[in-house]
């Protein structure tokens, strides 16, 4: 059975940071590429951040580039986001995702002073 399994979220003030990491079973996960999606309240889905299968090659959308980078430990099937300079507007369910709808169940990211 395919899992993912999210950690790391939490109450983090403006400007701080975090890392999320995404616990990967039931496939090959170093011939994936993988990617962060993330869903605010009340909002639909939005692409965050894609990395091949050798995490050489990474892809963001604008409103994170600069600020967050995403990584994978092929040797830990584990998949990871950094989040830095975070803003309120970050505040959302964070998943990581096997193309092209497999998720986790996510972890929560608020942004807040």
């Known amino acids: 059975e395919v899992q993912l399994v999210e950690s790391g979220g939490g109450l983090v003030q403006p400007g701080g940071s975090l890392k999320l990491s995404c616990a990967a079973s039931?496939?090959?996960?170093?011939?994936?590429?993988m990617q962060w999606v993330r869903q605010a309240p009340g909002k639909g889905l939005e692409w965050v951040a894609t990395?091949?299968?050798?995490?050489?090659?990474?892809y963001y959308a604008d409103s994170v580039k600069g600020r967050f980078t995403i990584s994978r430990d092929n040797a830990k099937n584990t998949l990871y986001l950094q989040l830095d300079s975070l803003k309120t507007e970050d505040t959302a369910m964070y998943y990581c995702?096997?193309?092209?709808?497999?998720r986790g169940q996510g972890t929560q990211v608020t942004v807040s002073s």
């Open positions: 990395i091949n299968y050798a995490g050489g090659v990474t």
């Open positions: 995702q096997k193309p092209p709808t497999l």
């Open positions: 039931g496939f090959t996960f170093s011939t994936y590429t």
